[in-house]
C-alpha cells in the first residue's frame, strides 16, 4: 500500500497590489465613459477660457477709448464724439439689488423648506414641494410684467410705512412717485430665486440620517431643537450651495429687473426714490441702439458682471470648504 502523500495543486500566490487597474481590466464601455467625462471637463475649460478671452479683448478696445475712469464715472454715454461711461451706477445697483433679494429670500425659503421637509403632513408636502418647482419654471418677463402691472401699483402703503418709521435712516426715505426702485427690483428678485433655494435646501435637509434626529429625540429634545442641533448643521452647506444659485441668477436677471426698473444714472441714498440701474438690464437696454465702440462698452460691463459671479462663486466654495464637516460626507 503506498502511504506517500499525495499531491496538492499549489494555490498561485495572488498578484502583487498596484495602485491602478490594467487596461485589459477595463471594460470598453468603462474606458469610453472616462473618454467622454473627461473631454466634457476639458471642453468646458475650453468654452470658459474662450469666453474669457472674447470679453477681456473687446473690454481692452471699449477701455482704451474711455475718456473718463471707467469704475467710477456717474454716466454711460459711449456712442458720443468722446465717449464717456462708467460702471459705478451698474455695480451699486446690481450688488444692492441681490443683496435685498437675498436677505428676503434666503430666510423664507429655508423656512418653507423646513416646513415641507419636517413639519408638513405628506399629503401637504408633496404638492407644496411641486407648486415651488413649478414657480421656477416660470419665464422671467411673466414675473416682469406681473411686477410691472401689480407690484408697482401696490408698493406704495409699505414705502409709505417704511418712510414713517425708517425714513430717519435715509436709506428707506421715500417721497411720493412710482415705486420703480433698487427695492422693488429686490423683492422681485427675491421672489424669482425662492424656488431655487427652497428645491435645494429641502432636498438637503430630507438627506439628514434619520438616526441623528431620533437620537436627539431620545435625549428629550424638542421638534425646533432637533432641526437646531441636528437638521440645520448638517445642511448649512448645502443651504450656502443654494444661497449661492439664487444670488448667481438674482446677479445676472435682465428682462424682469428692464421691465420693473425706471433706469437712470444715479446712485440715490434711498433705496426707495426711483432710479439705478444694473449691468444686465443696462446691456439689454442700450445694445440694438449701439455702435461697435457702444457694444465694446457693453461688453466691458458684462466683463466686470462675469468676474462678480465668479467671486461669488469662489467665496462659496471656500466658505463650503471651510464648513465640509457639516456636509454630511463623512458620515
Known amino acids: 500500500m503506498d502511504y ?21 481590466a477595463v471594460r470598453p464601455g468603462d474606458r469610453i465613459f472616462l473618454g467622454l467625462s473627461r473631454g466634457s471637463g476639458i471642453a468646458l ?37 468722446e465717449p464717456k461711461f462708467g460702471i459705478a451706477v451698474l455695480a451699486f445697483g446690481t450688488i444692492a439689488s441681490s443683496l435685498i433679494a437675498m436677505l428676503i429670500a434666503v430666510p423664507v425659503a429655508v423656512g418653507i423648506a423646513l416646513f415641507i421637509s419636517h413639519y408638513a403632513p405628506r399629503r401637504l408636502a408633496s404638492p407644496l414641494g411641486y407648486v415651488i418647482d413649478l ?15 401689480f407690484l408697482v401699483p401696490h408698493l406704495g402703503g409699505l414705502y409709505g410705512w417704511m418712510n414713517d418709521y425708517l425714513g430717519w435712516t435715509g436709506i428707506f426715505s421715500y417721497s411720493d412717485g412710482a415705486a420703480r426702485s433698487l427695492f422693488t427690483v ?27 434626529e431620533e437620537a436627539a429625540l431620545a435625549l428629550g429634545a424638542t ?11 448638517f445642511g448649512r452647506s448645502g443651504v450656502i450651495s443654494a444661497s449661492m444659485l439664487g444670488l448667481g441668477r438674482a446677479l445676472g436677471e435682465t428682462m424682469a429687473v428692464a421691465t420693473v426698473l425706471s433706469p437712470s444714472f444715479l446712485i440715490n441714498a434711498s433705496l426707495l426714490d426711483p432710479g439705478g440701474g444694473t449691468f444686465a438690464q443696462n446691456i439689454a437696454s442700450k445694445f440694438n441702439e449701439a455702435d461697435t465702440f ?9 466683463l466686470v458682471l462675469f468676474v462678480i459671479t465668479l467671486l461669488v462663486n469662489g467665496a462659496a466654495r ?4 471651510r464648513r465640509k464637516e457639516y456636509s454630511g460626507a463623512s458620515s
Open 4 to 24: 506517500s502523500p499525495h499531491p496538492t495543486t499549489a494555490t498561485p500566490p495572488p498578484p502583487p497590489a498596484t495602485g491602478s487597474v490594467s487596461g485589459k
Open 45 to 81: 475649460l475650453v468654452i470658459m477660457a474662450a469666453i474669457a478671452a472674447f470679453l477681456t479683448y473687446r473690454s481692452v478696445l471699449a477701455i482704451s477709448g474711455d475718456k473718463s475712469n471707467f469704475f467710477t464715472t456717474l454716466d454711460w454715454n459711449a456712442v458720443g464724439t
Open 135 to 149: 414657480l421656477a419654471a416660470v419665464p422671467s418677463i411673466v414675473y416682469g410684467l406681473w411686477g410691472a402691472l
Open 186 to 212: 429686490g423683492i422681485l428678485l427675491a421672489i424669482m430665486i425662492l424656488p431655487i433655494v427652497t428645491s435645494v435646501s429641502r432636498e438637503v435637509f430630507l438627506q439628514v440620517p434619520r438616526i441623528h
Open 223 to 233: 421638534r425646533w431643537e432637533v432641526i437646531r442641533m441636528s437638521v440645520l448643521p
Open 294 to 302: 457702444g457694444q465694446d462698452a457693453l461688453i466691458a460691463s458684462g
Open 318 to 321: 471656500l466658505i463650503i470648504a
